[in-house]
């Protein structure tokens, strides 16, 4: 397990009872975005959060996110592939 992952797991446990319940989700992403804008695994992550819903659910989405992210790059190459079959 990364360690900056484990120490992100202790600070959300101790620090998220002082976040209001309408901005868990919020905090919870910001969380999910550092740890992977800081190159943690999300399976460590996973792992490590696996108990906390508000974790999961910003993860799944900021899975979801990327992916879609990811999609819309593949269908740009694609086209830009393409264009160059287009004559004149």
């Known amino acids: 397990m990364n360690e900056a992952v484990a120490v ?12 209001n319940t309408v901005d868990r989700a919020e905090a919870a992403e910001t969380i999910v ?4 804008d800081n ?3 999300v399976d460590d992550i996973k792992n490590t ?10 993860l799944t989405a900021y899975l979801d996110n990327d992916k879609s992210y990811e999609d819309e790059e593949d ?4 086209e830009e592939d393409h264009e160059d079959d287009w004559e004149n």
């Open 8 to 19: 992100a797991s202790e600070l959300w446990s101790e620090l998220k009872r002082y976040v």
């Open 75 to 78: 269908v740009e190459d694609e």
């Open 33 to 36: 975005a550092i740890l992977i």
């Open 49 to 58: 959060f696996k108990s906390d819903l508000d974790i999961k659910r910003a």
């Open 39 to 41: 190159d943690c695994d």
